[in-house]
Each structure stands twice: as structure tokens, then as C-alpha cells.
Nanobody, 126 residues
Framework: VQLQAYGGGLVQAGGSLRLSCVASERTFSTYAMGWFRQAPGKEREFVAAISWSGVSAGYVDSVKGRFTISGDNGKNTVYLQMNNLTPADTAVYYC????????????????????WGKGTQVTVSS
């Protein structure tokens, strides 16, 4: 599976961005998806994840209520809607995928994912 993430950019604090991640695999509908981010000098951290059924999703505490992950299996795409952005959200954002036989399960550890996109830069100015 090849993943292409895009939609990053420069935004002022309080603004919004929507990241998209397009997968090449036709059987994308059986892949659980996740978003991770890495800020300069910091380790990659989990941001959000969604089961391939779309029924279950999880978020890191720092983005709950501000970010929403969703998927469109018909378009092989997963989205990350980011609202009320703060400078602390500045990072390179990566999407990740893994095959899952568990339709209602999502994964929060980077080690659980076998496929990664190249990342898209999000910069939030104060």
C-alpha cells in the first residue's frame, strides 16, 4: 500500500486545516488508519486512528474535541480535520495504514502500522 498525505500548510493559531491521505490499495476498506506527528527534536507521537469500519476512532488527549478523523472507503482516503490549531500542533504529520481483520478496532502504536506516507508539514503561527 502506498500512502500520499497532503493538505498541510501554514495557518494562524485558531485556524483549521484538513489533511488527506490517499491510499493506492483497492482493498483499502480493510485497513485501519492512523495519523501521527513529529515535531522538531521530539519523538513521533500518535494523534488519531480509525478502524476500517469507521465505527471506532481514538485520539491523543491533546487533540480531543479539536481534531476529527474520518474515512471514505470509496475514495481510498482518510481525513484529519484539525480545528482551533495551536503552535503546539506544529509538526510533520504522517498517515499510516495496516491491514486489520478486526473491523471495529483501531491502533495507537506506531509499531502496529506497516505502511507510512511521507508526511505533510503543518505550521501554526502564534
Amino acid at each position: 500500500v502506498q500512502l500520499q498525505a497532503y493538505g498541510g500548510g501554514l495557518v494562524q493559531a485558531g485556524g483549521s486545516l484538513r489533511l488527506s491521505c490517499v491510499a493506492s490499495e483497492r482493498t483499502f476498506s480493510t485497513y485501519a488508519m492512523g495519523w501521527f506527528r513529529q515535531a522538531p527534536g521530539k519523538e513521533r507521537e500518535f494523534v488519531a486512528a480509525i478502524s476500517w469500519s469507521g465505527v471506532s476512532a481514538g485520539y491523543v488527549d491533546s487533540v480531543k474535541g479539536r481534531f476529527t478523523i474520518s474515512g471514505d472507503n470509496g475514495k481510498n482516503t482518510v481525513y484529519l480535520q484539525m480545528n482551533n490549531l495551536t503552535p503546539a500542533d506544529t509538526a510533520v504529520y504522517y498517515c499510516a495504514a495496516r491491514y486489520s481483520s478486526r473491523g471495529n478496532f483501531y491502533y495507537t502504536s506506531a509499531m502496529d502500522y506497516g505502511y507510512w506516507g511521507k508526511g505533510t508539514q503543518v505550521t501554526v503561527s502564534s
